[in-house]
């Protein structure tokens, strides 16, 4: 039986109240005058509070969303960490294995938008799930399907068409979480709680570094695939069967008998106004911004591996694998606990943001330039390690700045700017293996990379906003 002390209270037309109000209605009416009540939310900010996560389930969610995109960032970087193995096993060079690599992004640009459409009108909850099941199969055949064909190219063609395809159902991922955060979350809490549960991307990053080395060193390849493949469908079984079930509130039926109903957290019918957006200079501040920190960002995620194996090939591999994204965690949640405290304290969102967006991309411009010349190992994990934190570190501002300027679309305006970080992912890869096929450079593949944080900085600094636009 449902506790109704434990859950919101709906009217029989599906409108919902808050516990306390569910009490004092429940003291003044008697059950046969259920069928005359009528309850009327008097504006938005009501029905948003009624909405929101309660303690207890904001702290399950977080926890479940941390360990979901731990286990998403885990698939997305076991071919990075396994890069080396399976380039030397099917006879790739340079280009090719970033072609490999790189096409994971190609499907990834492309559902974004969709993906966030999607869990603004059917929930983030229900998306991020189902894509979970998807990508769970895809990473735990791609070790049987390397060997489906006999030829090198057959054999490089299906894996950049499963990296495509996992490409395409991970972009559903963010986009649903953010949705889902920025609607549910408790909006004191938002951006702690997105910076905690964004932080989960790099300690998946750390979990594939790390275990994914072992299991590389002592098994082979294959079982990295297998073991993060059957995680990431146990969490989604888990998510299917027993969170959402856990999102119910209590229906008054007319006879004044109660049940219970799964509570709904759509985004409203207001029309999207794109001319308004697309024509307002902070939305395409805040792309660029998002824009030319994803560029660095893909680079640092699936090169740094091969970076570190070339230059200096005796040292541990867990270092350089482990290190610089383990430092990122507290600061993605840091700067979501700062973000809050500031903006507590009075500072304006806009301020607030560009602050904690400044922060990162210096940090990030300042070790990039330098990393590239340095010959020493300790060094370069130190700079490495700034670098990837300067880069979580924005997770407190920029990532927020969506559901800063249209919060009745948070999840559709989310997906667009990650579309667009999507594509320089892509772009960072692909040129820096085209750049190392050449040159054979790294400096020149850092100091490039660092050039386009600047742009993206001075970009959302100057003309960035965190009022409402729509």
């Known amino acids: 039986m449902v506790d109704p002390n434990q859950a919101l209270f709906s009217a029989d037309d599906g409108t919902f109240i808050s516990v306390p109000e569910k009490e004092k209605l429940l003291n003044n009416h008697k059950a046969n005058d259920v069928a005359s009540l009528q309850i009327t939310l008097e504006n938005d900010d009501l029905k948003q509070k009624s909405e929101v996560w309660n303690d207890k389930e904001q702290w399950q969610w977080m926890i479940s969303l941390f360990i979901g995109t731990t286990l998403l960032y885990a698939q997305r970087t076991a071919l990075p960490v396994c890069a080396v193995s399976v380039s030397s096993e099917f006879g790739w060079d340079k280009a090719q294995t970033g072609l490999v690599l790189s096409c994971f992004f190609w499907g990834y640009t492309l559902t974004q938008v969709v993906g966030g459409y999607t869990s603004d009108k059917v929930g983030g909850d229900q998306v991020i799930s189902a894509a979970m099941l998807v990508t769970g199969i895809i990473t735990l055949i791609t070790p049987e399907a390397a060997y489906y064909f006999d030829d090198k190219s057959s054999t490089m063609l299906l894996l950049i068409l499963l990296r495509f395809f996992m490409g395409v159902t991970q972009a559903f991922h963010y986009p649903g979480m953010t949705s889902l955060m920025y609607k549910r979350a408790q909006p004191e809490d938002r951006s702690r709680v997105i910076g905690i549960v964004y932080s989960s991307g790099y300690a998946g990053t750390v979990l594939s570094g790390s275990l994914g080395s072992v299991l590389l060193e002592v098994f082979d390849w294959h079982v990295v695939f297998h073991m993060f493949g059957l995680a990431a469908l146990a969490w989604a079984v888990y998510v299917r069967t027993y969170m959402l079930k856990k999102s119910s509130v209590i229906i008054l ?47 640092l995620l699936f090169w740094l591996p091969t970076f570190f194996t070339e230059n200096f090939p005796g040292e541990k591999a867990w270092i350089f694998n482990v290190l610089p994204w383990l430092a990122a965690v507290p600061f993605s949640m840091g700067s979501g606990v700062i973000a809050d405290k500031l903006i507590a304290y009075g500072y304006s969102v806009g301020l607030t943001r560009k602050f904690i967006h400044s922060i990162s991309c210096l940090s990030m411009i300042v070790s990039l330039m330098v990393v590239g010349f340095s010959k020493s190992f300790k060094l370069c994990v130190f700079l490495m390690m700034i670098a990837v934190s300067g880069q979580s570190f924005s997770n407190g501002g920029l990532v927020n700045n969506p559901n800063d300027i249209a919060p009745k679309h948070s999840g559709f305006v989310f997906g667009i700017m990650n579309t667009f970080g999507a594509i320089t992912s892509f772009l960072g890869v692909y040129i820096a293996g085209f750049i190392l096929h050449h040159t054979n450079s790294w400096a020149l593949v850092f100091t490039s990379s660092a050039g386009v944080v600047f742009i993206g900085f001075v970009s959302f600094v100057l003309f960035g906003t965190g009022k409402r636009i729509i």
């Open 253 to 299: 039926n007319q006879n004044g008998t109660s049940r219970e109903k799964k509570r709904s957290f759509r985004s409203s019918s207001e029309p999207i106004q794109w001319k308004k957006l697309i024509k307002h200079k902070a939305f395409w501040a805040m792309l660029t911004g998002h824009f030319c920190l994803n560029y660095a960002l893909g680079i």
